[in-house]
């Protein structure tokens, strides 16, 4: 049975920080792995979607690798800013329907 | 752009009653998807929907759960009799094809009483 973890479960940091998110999940065979951002409260906004065959994606201040073999992704965060608080989820696809199984967060907290 | 929509925002439901969530997927989405997330804990799959027919179910979805796509817009889940530890958030997604992006709505915050 997959399980995901995320490390750590909560981080303060100063505004203009570069900052790295873990992921870890216990099955390589999977589809897919996704990164969410979600806001308290609210739901889950898509941030990156890493393929099986991919090492890594990227978008604007935001780089998502993925290393299958040992089971493991980070998300890395630029420059980061106040508006950049918030819970971010990673999950992970390991039968190709979506049925993604997340972890339980890291909560982000970027002071000015 | 193109967003997952779902009604209510929040719902009060007394216990034993029956709830029918609401979702509009993005329009050319052929997957759809309910997850849920209890106060606190991990969001949760349910079940997914491709075709009008559920192609996969986790082991919280049982009799009392149910999904429709009534329409060529709507996508529904059905609690038929509901308990206190169905609080949570329900959330709808949507993909276009398997093994994509899913893109989640805003979520139903259900409260049993």
């Known amino acids: 049975k997959q399980e995901v973890t995320q490390i750590p479960a909560a981080l303060s940091v100063p505004e203009g920080e570069n900052l790295v998110l873990n992921c870890s999940f216990t099955?390589?065979?999977?589809?897919?792995l996704q990164w969410f951002r979600q806001d308290p409260g609210k739901g889950l906004t898509s941030l990156l979607l890493?393929?099986?065959?991919?090492r890594e994606q990227t978008s604007g201040r935001l780089n998502a690798s993925l290393d299958k073999s040992s089971g493991r992704s980070t998300l890395y965060i630029a420059a980061s800013q106040p508006g950049d608080s918030a819970t971010y989820l990673c999950?992970?696809?390991?039968?190709?329907?979506?049925?993604?199984?997340f972890g339980t967060g890291t909560r982000l907290l970027v002071s000015p | 752009e193109p967003e997952v929509t779902q009604t209510p925002s929040h719902q009060v439901t007394q216990m034993g009653q029956e709830v029918i969530l609401r979702c509009v997927p993005i329009?050319?989405?052929?997957?759809f998807y309910w997850y849920r997330q209890i106060l606190g804990q991990k969001v949760e799959f349910l079940v997914s929907?491709?075709?009008?027919?559920?192609?996969?179910k986790s082991e919280i979805f049982d009799d009392q759960f149910s999904v429709e796509r009534p329409d060529g817009s709507n996508f529904t889940l059905k609690i038929r009799s509901t308990k206190l530890e169905d609080s949570a958030m329900y959330f709808c997604?949507?993909?276009?094809?398997?093994?994509?992006?899913?893109?989640f709505g805003q979520g139903t915050r259900l409260t049993v009483v």
């Open positions: 099955d390589s065979a999977i589809y897919n």
């Open positions: 890493i393929q099986s065959s991919q």
């Open positions: 329009s050319n989405h052929l997957y």
């Open positions: 929907f491709y075709n009008n027919e559920i192609s996969e």
């Open positions: 997604a949507s993909s276009p094809i398997s093994n994509t992006e899913a893109f």
């Open positions: 999950a992970v696809d390991s039968r190709g329907f979506q049925k993604l199984v």
